[in-house]
């Protein structure tokens, strides 16, 4: 006889007898059967398991803002600890980022073009932490464009599932002009109501399933409402004040 044939044989006449142990008579027929159902059951427990990976941040920083706010002098302070001549550019820069405490962390350094900001949600799902730079001297003639930016950030699913903290950065305060960062909170909750409003006569509010709904439905938007880790910090990446910046990723 075969022997994979009497191996066979063997392996059903142990479960067999461990079945019978339990009042259980069979067949070889609902042997199999017992065989395929708990194979079945351990490739289902594999692909939950798989799929509850994605539920873990991954290990990304990612600088976001408006053209022209800083990110690409940021990423070089950080990375080079010097400030580099930048130019708009339609390609992110990483580099490896080690903190002070030792941990390594991919800093990235994402277009600020408008024609891009579709895509962010790409690399958000991969993020442990955001910076998002906001030029605090242009503010006032920029706040529309950075609520529509946070509104797509704040809505994003991943960004909501994983609780990636965010950082908000008023740059540019080496100018005597430029915004505090408390106003420019309180100007932005503003925006961001009137931008929910807007959203909600058209019927925009959840453009697609990847968003949810900004605050609570029925009410003014404010930023307790978030069930996100939002802080927010101002200096001048030019001048390397960006201590608030360098904490932020070590912790």
Same mark, same amino acid.
């Given at each position: 006889?075969?022997?994979?044939?009497?191996?066979?044989?063997?392996?059903?006449?142990?479960?067999?007898?461990?079945?019978?142990?339990?009042?259980?008579?069979?067949?070889?027929?609902? !042997? +199999?059967?017992?065989?395929? /159902?708990?194979?079945? *059951? $351990?490739? @289902?427990? %594999?692909?939950?398991? =798989?799929?509850?990976?994605?539920?873990?941040?991954?290990?990304?920083?990612? !600088? +976001?803002?408006?053209?022209? /706010?800083?990110?690409? *002098? $940021?990423? @070089?302070? %950080?990375?080079?600890? =010097?400030?580099?001549?930048?130019?708009?550019?339609?390609?992110?820069?990483?580099?490896?980022?080690?903190?002070? /405490?030792?941990?390594?962390?991919?800093?990235?350094?994402?277009?600020?073009?408008?024609?891009?900001?579709?895509?962010?949600?790409?690399?958000?799902?991969?993020?442990?932490?955001?910076?998002?730079?906001?030029?605090?001297?242009?503010?006032?003639?920029?706040?529309?464009?950075?609520?529509?930016?946070?509104?797509?950030?704040?809505?994003?699913?991943?960004?909501?599932?994983?609780?990636?903290?965010?950082?908000?950065?008023?740059?540019?305060?080496?100018?005597?002009?430029?915004?505090?960062?408390?106003?420019?909170?309180?100007?932005?909750?503003?925006?961001?109501?009137?931008?929910?409003?807007?959203?909600?006569?058209?019927?925009?509010?959840?453009?697609?399933?990847?968003?949810?709904?900004?605050?609570?439905?029925?009410?003014?938007?404010?930023?307790?409402?978030?069930?996100?880790?939002?802080?927010?910090?101002?200096?001048?990446?030019?001048?390397?004040?960006?201590?608030?910046?360098?904490?932020?990723?070590?912790?």
């Amino acid at each position: 006889m075969d022997l994979n044939v009497i191996a066979k044989q063997l392996q059903l006449n142990l479960v067999n007898e461990h079945l019978v142990k339990f009042g259980i008579h069979t067949t070889e027929t609902t !042997i +199999l059967l017992v065989l395929i /159902s708990i194979f079945v *059951v $351990l490739i @289902s427990a %594999l692909c939950l398991r =798989k799929g509850g990976r994605r539920n873990v941040r991954g290990n990304q920083i990612l !600088i +976001l803002g408006l053209v022209g /706010s800083g990110k690409t *002098v $940021l990423y @070089s302070q %950080l990375i080079a600890n =010097k400030a580099v001549t930048t130019h708009t550019s339609m390609k992110p820069n990483k580099s490896e980022y080690k903190t002070s /405490s030792g941990r390594t962390y991919q800093l990235v350094d994402y277009p600020g073009h408008p024609r891009l900001r579709g895509r962010v949600e790409e690399l958000t799902a991969h993020s442990r932490a955001i910076i998002f730079l906001v030029d605090a001297i242009e503010f006032s003639s920029q706040i529309r464009q950075v609520a529509e930016y946070l509104y797509e950030l704040f809505t994003d699913k991943s960004v909501n599932q994983l609780n990636i903290p965010i950082l908000i950065f008023g740059n540019k305060t080496e100018v005597i002009t430029a915004t505090p960062i408390k106003n420019i909170s309180k100007l932005l909750e503003n925006e961001l109501e009137e931008l929910k409003k807007s959203r909600m006569s058209l019927g925009t509010q959840v453009e697609n399933e990847d968003q949810i709904y900004l605050g609570i439905e029925g009410k003014r938007f404010l930023w307790d409402q978030l069930n996100l880790d939002l802080d927010w910090s101002e200096g001048s990446v030019l001048n390397n004040e960006i201590e608030p910046i360098t904490d932020y990723i070590d912790n």
